[in-house]
């Protein structure tokens, strides 16, 4: 598993790392049962406390994305489609979001973003 963990990132780390496998698993990386390392493994290749992974695989397994076997190990579960969809819909207001912004900050009105944003979705169709 190649995460990376920025040491100065306001982020909390186990947030970190929950954000980059949500993300593998919407992309496709990581497929329905498809084992993650172990929390030791992890916590050792990322030198940071095994504490810490396991709050990441505990708020992933609280998200339904990660199935944990005692003895076995942590897993990615079997996807939910509602949910990984859902997912992508947050993930694109946010691109969305930052977009608008971007472009009200660049002088934009309302009604050039709306045109522009058509003008692409014309694209898309063809």
Not at 108 to 125: H, P, Q, Y
Request: proline share 2%.
């Amino acid at each position: 598993m190649n995460l990376i963990i920025n040491h100065t990132s306001m982020e909390p780390i186990y947030e970190q790392i929950v954000a980059q496998i949500k993300a593998e698993v919407i992309e496709g990386t990581l497929t329905a049962g498809e084992a993650l390392p172990s929390v030791r493994a992890l916590s050792r290749e990322l030198k940071i406390s095994a504490l810490t992974v396991k709050k990441a695989y505990d708020n992933l397994e609280e998200e339904g994305l990660v199935v944990t076997v005692h003895g076995k190990g942590s897993f990615i579960a079997a996807a939910n489609q509602e949910l990984l969809m859902e997912e992508r819909r947050k993930e694109l207001e946010k691109e969305l979001e930052a977009a608008v912004q971007k472009a009200r900050t660049g002088g934009l009105t309302a009604k050039e973003i709306r045109e522009s944003f058509e003008i692409i979705m014309e694209d898309e169709v063809c």
